[in-house]
């Protein structure tokens, strides 16, 4: 089975030697470099720019700025360069084109602003009283009630009410973002790092009032993209097609590390406050979040932050609330586990908080409060293996030898703690199409448009084809990360591979049956007579009991030309089940009692996640989140200068996140779960569940190495001393 086998990654060789051509790399036939001129305020109207400076200098060609900027139509968006308003510290304000990249910089730093300093909301709480509620909160309705919550609340044994914080994040990819953009007539070719090819195409199509056909988006590979590749760069992706079509010449437009900071996106700020009530046995009465984050002036979004609290646990009576204030601040979208991640730290805090102020293990309390369906859905679980997963999870840990008193385990002079949290995530699904081919030298290609991000979408479409065809994975090419390719899904939301997954495997069958019907049709082939269901194709060879024939004779005699089948899936808009990953998270710290540093010594995680492709990349994929979960309870804040407005530690040096040094040990389960009901082949996401939970078992683990309960994160010395 497919499960079973591990190769190696589909395109690691190219990677490696160079071979893998990144968009940052390439280049075109007289292409003009461009490089922003950016606000240094966060509130301002534009007076006056004055570009004389800039346009004396040898090699600059041109300065484009909202006074002769090609005109876009209004859009969802924020569209540059189209009127003198300043709506955040970094925005760019002008666009200089130049013969290389260093006078295109040079220029920049001589392009002069004159700007009238408008009121600013720098910081959340700075309008906390003008919060109100967004259309939705990422996919999901705003606001959630049902029972009696406040009544319940009230009436419950005991009752916890806390307050917990989450900072701005930063999705930081090894690549920065660029495009290079060329327009042949009225056809745009844009190549650039895209976690969303098709949706960049129709974006395009849209602001440049182009049918769609005439605008072809190429994103072979990305270094990293983690929701900084979809939506948030588009007006920058904009900007450098704008400036193509404007002077007549290939742009390319690449992002420097620090507007990495303002220009991409970011993980909102959260203020989490959440109420539990429940009985002296554990069981939950009530459960009351309301969750209040930042937005940009300009733009509208809202993490699904409250969710989890709607469905991970049973309760009666549940109410949720997002809530949004405007800053002058960039834009948010999603990052890694958006919502799901911040909202989790809250609601695992508090789930343990409540265990200790009931004397209960805290497996043991959330155990007692299994959900055993979706009460916020009103839907039965297409599986839920959690309670499998504490159990999975305790036992490689060795829970059962955690004493319940914090501050009781040691090792020399450090404190140890030991914490764990539970882990939930939607196993979203969109539309997707593929094509698999088989050639006259039998070598197969599968061509899907969706793009590989590094979690091993190429790996994996060549290992569902082979698998589903019968031939060797060696024999298969992969095309994707291009809009002339049949649809793909966007890579967002752990959805990818559940959404291809049945599209490439329908695809490969099709063609599986098309060539069996062939051979027994054909008085020349050795399966001449036999029944369809009687003949197989293993390894590039088609069998019938001892009958046998290599697909490329097949070939040879009936289709020359090749073979090719199409599938698209869809999933149901009327789902009969919930659909979610779960896990369990267990953290080991030890913490230096006189410096306050903390050291996450050891991460296991059990996970049920459907079913499996390919152990190697499923492990990389958990690693990784709980790598980002090491980081958002320990490292990562993007400070902002209340006063100026501005990024304060814009570059890697100051914006603290996790490196080698501050890795653990490890130790990954993957549950495999029967899954009939997701139509994706029994495929769950899994690329954001395992940074869900982390953040609160840290936590929770210094609370019992320290007897300190943190909850504003991220964790730091200060908070220990």
């Known amino acids: 089975m497919i499960e079973d086998r591990a190769p190696t990654r589909y395109e690691a060789a190219q990677k490696v030697t160079g071979a893998a051509r990144y968009q940052g790399e390439v280049r075109a036939a007289g292409m003009l470099h461009a490089a922003l001129v950016t606000a240094p305020m966060p509130s301002a109207r534009v007076l006056g720019i004055d570009t004389a400076r800039a346009r004396a200098l040898a090699g600059c060609v041109e300065v484009l700025t909202h006074e002769n900027a090609l005109r876009i139509p209004p859009a969802a968006f924020l569209t540059l360069l189209q009127e003198p308003v300043v709506h955040f510290a970094g925005q760019p304000v002008a666009l200089v084109l130049a013969e290389t990249p260093e006078t295109a910089r040079a220029a920049a730093a ?101 049918d769609i056909e005439r605008v072809r988006v190429i994103s072979p590979y990305l270094g990293g993209g983690f929701g900084s590749k979809g939506g948030a760069w588009f007006p920058c992706l904009v900007l450098g097609c704008l400036a193509a079509k404007q002077l007549g010449r290939p742009v390319r437009l690449e992002l420097l590390r620090a507007q990495m900071f303002t220009l991409v996106g970011r993980r909102q700020e959260t203020v989490q406050q959440l109420k539990i009530g429940a009985a002296r046995d554990g069981r939950l009465a009530a459960l009351l979040h309301d969750t209040v984050a930042q937005t940009s002036t300009y733009g509208e979004y809202a993490d699904p932050v409250a969710t989890p609290t709607r469905m991970m646990y049973a309760c009666p009576n549940v109410a949720t609330t997002h809530r949004l204030v405007r800053v002058n601040a960039p834009q948010p979208n999603p990052a890694r586990a958006p919502g799901e991640g911040p909202g989790s730290f809250a609601l695992e805090s508090a789930i343990d908080e409540l265990a200790y102020k009931l004397d209960l293990d805290p497996i043991e309390l959330r155990r007692r409060n299994f959900a055993d369906h979706d009460q916020h859905a009103g839907l039965p679980w297409s599986s839920n293996g959690l309670l499998e997963c504490y159990r999975a999870g305790a036992e490689a840990f060795g829970w059962a030898r955690r004493p319940s008193k914090p501050g009781t385990l040691s090792d020399g002079r450090h404190a140890l703690g030991w914490g764990m949290a539970g882990a939930c995530y939607p196993a979203y699904r969109i539309a997707s199409q593929a094509a698999v081919r088989i050639n006259l030298d039998g070598r197969v290609e599968v061509r899907c448009g969706t793009q590989d991000m590094g979690s091993g979408t190429y790996t994996v479409l060549a290992q ?29 939301g752990s959805m990818a591979t559940a959404s291809f997954t049945p599209a490439v495997e329908d695809a490969a069958r099709r063609l599986r049956r098309d060539l069996i019907a062939r051979a027994v049709a054909d008085p020349r082939s050795p399966m001449h007579g036999r029944q369809p269901d009687q003949v197989s194709i293993a390894d590039g060879v088609m069998r019938a009991g001892n009958r046998s024939e290599p697909l490329i004779e097949l070939l040879a005699r009936v289709a020359p030309q090749g073979i090719e089948a199409a599938a698209n899936a869809a999933p149901n808009t009327k789902p009969a089940h919930s659909y979610y990953g779960f896990g369990a998270v267990f953290a080991e710290v030890r913490v230096d009692p006189d410096l306050g540093e903390i050291r996450v010594t050891r991460l296991t995680g059990a996970y049920a996640t459907g079913r499996i492709l390919n152990p190697l990349l499923a492990r990389s994929q958990f690693v990784g989140g709980l790598i980002w979960g090491i980081g958002m309870a320990l490292h990562e804040k993007t400070v902002m200068d209340k006063n100026l407005g501005r990024i304060v530690n814009d570059n890697l040096a100051d914006y603290l996140i996790p490196v080698h040094a501050d890795m653990p040990r490890f130790d990954i389960h993957m549950l495999t779960e029967d899954e009939p009901h997701l139509g994706s082949g029994g495929v769950k996401g899994i690329g954001m569940l395992g940074t869900c939970g982390t953040a609160a078992a840290i936590a929770n683990a210094v609370f019992h190495a320290t007897g300190r309960r943190i909850r504003d994160l991220p964790i730091r010395l200060e908070q220990l001393l």
Do not use: K
């Not at 919060?131 to 009630?145: F, H, K, M, N, V």
């Not at 569902?464 to 967002?492: H, I, K, N, Q, R």
């Open 464 to 492: 569902l084809a082979a698998e589903a065809l019968g031939v060797p994975y060696a024999a298969v090419d992969v095309a994707l990360g291009d809009t002339l390719l049949p649809e793909g899904p966007y890579s967002g």
């Open 110 to 210: 001589l392009v002069e602003v004159r700007y009238a300093p408008m009121p600013a909301v720098t910081a959340l709480e700075q309008a906390r009283d003008e919060a109100y509620a967004p259309r939705t909160a990422g996919l999901t309705a705003t606001d959630s009630r049902r029972g009696e919550p406040e009544a319940a609340l009230a009436a419950a044994a005991v009752r916890l009410d806390h307050c917990y914080t989450t900072p701005t994040h930063n999705h930081l990819a090894i690549e920065p973002q660029v495009v290079l953009a060329d327009w042949n007539g009225s056809d745009l070719l844009v190549q650039t790092p895209s976690q969303a090819v098709f949706a960049h195409r129709a974006g395009l199509a849209r602001c440049f009032g182009l």
